[in-house]
């Protein structure tokens, strides 16, 4: 300890400076937000753990009208395609292979079914917290074929890559992945003109650094990176409309703490050394060139599909659901016929309703307190 520093006292003021650092900042937000007076703004929360805090914070409780906050692609789940949950079903009853999945996927709906419901017939689906704990599993019970359904943005695949380069060490070849891995870049693309600037996921730009938010704003399409506290969204949220009304292109790094221009150069090159882009499928919107990520040919015993032979499944999604609008901005949840009716977290119709990030289940949550 320094001469004249007790440590209890002086942290413990510290600590009280940055608790009261962090409500000025808070305060100081909130004063530019709720005074807004500038022209319309349309803010795409392109991250569902962004919808559901900002819900959960009750910020949009504060908004004046002209800042209009509008749901995103970002939630994995929600844009996981119909005829994706179609094979992983196919995989667990025709080839009897263990399904190892993210708990939320298990209620989205198929085709025909989802997979909570193939467990009553017989499928083997089992609930796990990473990629390496199915690669484990596999170790484990080297009798079973294991498939981890691989899904998510660039936060989650290099812990996919992570798993298959374990099993390449561990000499596993009961271990597979069946990819629906997502890239941001190809959706930023095709949502820039349904929004005046995007809310940036900061945790995907943790990995990919700031470079495409940038090359947008050059382009012409605004946006601000943003962390997942209140002080971090309601401070992201005053910069981007402080910044909207002076009327030129802008990317402003609201989350410097967490994400640096470079992002994760160590989990970059894991992924370009293992996996290569591909066009890919997203729920509701369609197939978006180049936003989806596979295992590279050197890694094909790892890959479910070349594995199986999974045969190409289109999927049909329930006619009634309206996800895709809003993943897309186009529909506020509550504007969906079933919304609440045929449709609660209970009873799933779309996947929106289903994933703790999905914007159908933020509104169904938190919706009645606006
Ligand atoms: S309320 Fe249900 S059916 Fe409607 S869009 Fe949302 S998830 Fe789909």
């Not at 908004?63 to 094979?87: A, F, K, N």
């Not at 506020?332 to 009716?341: D, M, S, W, Y």
């Amino acid at each position: 300890m320094k001469r004249g520093h007790c440590s209890t006292c002086c942290e413990g003021a510290a600590s009280y400076d940055r608790e009261e650092a962090v409500n000025q900042t808070i305060e100081r937000a909130k004063e530019i937000l709720t005074r807004y007076d500038g022209p319309h703004c349309r803010i795409m929360e392109v991250c569902g753990t962004h919808t559901h805090e900002i819900f959960r914070q009750g910020i949009r409780r504060i908004l004046p009208r002209q800042i209009e906050l509008i749901s995103g692609p970002g939630c994995p789940v929600c844009v996981t395609p119909v005829g994706y949950i179609d094979e992983a079903i196919w995989l667990a009853l025709e080839k009897g292979a263990t399904v190892c999945t993210f708990g939320d996927l298990v209620r989205v709906p198929g085709t025909e079914a989802s997979l909570q419901t193939a467990r009553g017939e017989g499928a083997a689906v089992k609930v796990v917290y990473t990629p390496l704990d199915a690669e484990r599993y596999a170790a484990e019970h080297p009798d079973e074929e294991v498939v981890f359904l691989s899904v998510g943005f660039e936060t989650t695949t290099p812990s996919a890559c992570l798993a298959v380069r374990k099993a390449q060490q561990d000499g596993i070849r009961n271990f597979s992945l069946l990819t629906a891995n997502k890239t941001m870049p190809g959706a930023y693309e095709a949502m820039k003109d349904s929004t005046d600037l995007f809310l940036y996921p900061g945790h995907v730009h943790a990995i990919t650094g700031t470079g495409i938010c940038e090359k947008l704003a050059e382009e012409g399409v605004s946006g601000v990176c943003a962390g997942f506290t209140a002080s971090e969204l309601l401070t992201a949220l005053a910069v981007a409309v402080t910044r909207y009304q002076e009327g030129k292109p802008f990317f402003v790094n609201c989350y410097p703490r967490v994400v640096r221009p470079d992002g994760s150069p160590k989990a970059q090159s894991l992924v370009a050394a293992m996996m290569e882009p591909c066009d890919e499928e997203w729920r509701g919107i369609g197939i978006i060139p180049d936003s989806g990520m596979k295992l590279k040919e050197s890694c094909q015993m790892y890959d479910a599909r070349t594995r199986f032979q999974v045969p190409e499944m289109a999927g049909r999604a329930n006619p009634a659901c309206r996800c895709g609008q809003v993943l897309k901005g186009e529909l506020l949840p509550t504007q969906c016929r079933v919304f609440g009716k045929a449709c609660t977290p209970e009873h799933p119709v779309g996947a929106c309703m289903v994933s703790s990030e999905g914007a159908c289940s933020a509104w169904y949550l938190y919706g009645q307190n606006l």
